[in-house]
C-alpha cells in the first residue's frame, strides 16, 4: 500500500474553513466598528473634560487669566495662559466634533448649547477664581455644554460635557440611545 507524500485538507474542507471565518468577520467588524467609536468618544469627552479642569487650574495657580479656544473646524483645544504659553492644539480622536447644536435633548443639567465649536464662541476665559467667562468685556459667567458627536452623526457616539461657569464643574454625561437620555 501507498501513502502520498502530501496530506493536507481536501478543497471542500478550506473552502467550509473560509466561509465560517468570512461569516465571523462579517458579524465581528460591526461590533468592534462601535466599540471603536464608543471608545474614541469616551477618550473625546475626557480630553475635553481634562483640558477644562487643567485650564482652571492654571488660571487659580498663576492668578492670571487662561485661554481655552476651539480651532474653526470644532475638533481641537488649546489651553493658553496670560504668560503667552500655550498648550495643545489637542486633538478629539476618531473623527469627534464639538457640535455647535445638539441633535438630541439637553442633558439633565440643562446648561444649553454648546459653549465653543463650528460657528459658535470659539474661546472662554478662566479667572483666577476659578469662573469661566466668554468675553473680558462683558464678564458674563459662561455656563453651558460641548456636545460631543462621531462626524458621521452616529447617536451612540455622543457625549456631553457640562461647565458651571461660577465654579468651573465640569461633568461628563452619555448619550443612551435606548433610553433616549443622557447617564
Not at 36 to 41: D, K, N, P, T, V
Not at 58 to 79: K, M, Q, R, W
Not at 138 to 157: E, I, R, V, Y
Amino acid at each position: 500500500m501507498r501513502t502520498s507524500v502530501y496530506s493536507g485538507y481536501t478543497l471542500t474542507e478550506t473552502s467550509i474553513t473560509l466561509a465560517v471565518a468570512c461569516i465571523l468577520m462579517a458579524v465581528a467588524v460591526p461590533i468592534f466598528d462601535g466599540a471603536y467609536r464608543s471608545s474614541s468618544a469616551d477618550s473625546a469627552a475626557q480630553l475635553i473634560a481634562q483640558q477644562l479642569s487643567y485650564a482652571r487650574g492654571l488660571a487659580i495657580g498663576s492668578h492670571a487669566p487662561v485661554l481655552l479656544e476651539s480651532n474653526p473646524d470644532g475638533n481641537a483645544v488649546t489651553v493658553a495662559s496670560g504668560t503667552g504659553s500655550a498648550r495643545g492644539p489637542f486633538y478629539l480622536p476618531g473623527g469627534m466634533q464639538i457640535q455647535t447644536v445638539a441633535s438630541i435633548p439637553d442633558t439633565p443639567d440643562a446648561l444649553g448649547a454648546t459653549l465653543l465649536g463650528v460657528g459658535g464662541h470659539t474661546e472662554m476665559t478662566f479667572l483666577d477664581n476659578g469662573a469661566v467667562i466668554d468675553d473680558p468685556v462683558s464678564n458674563n459667567l459662561c455656563s453651558g455644554t460641548f456636545f460631543l458627536k462621531h462626524q458621521d452623526g452616529d447617536p451612540a457616539s455622543s457625549r456631553a460635557v457640562t461647565l458651571l461657569g461660577g465654579t468651573g464643574r465640569v461633568r461628563i454625561w452619555r448619550y443612551d440611545t435606548q433610553a433616549h437620555a443622557w447617564k
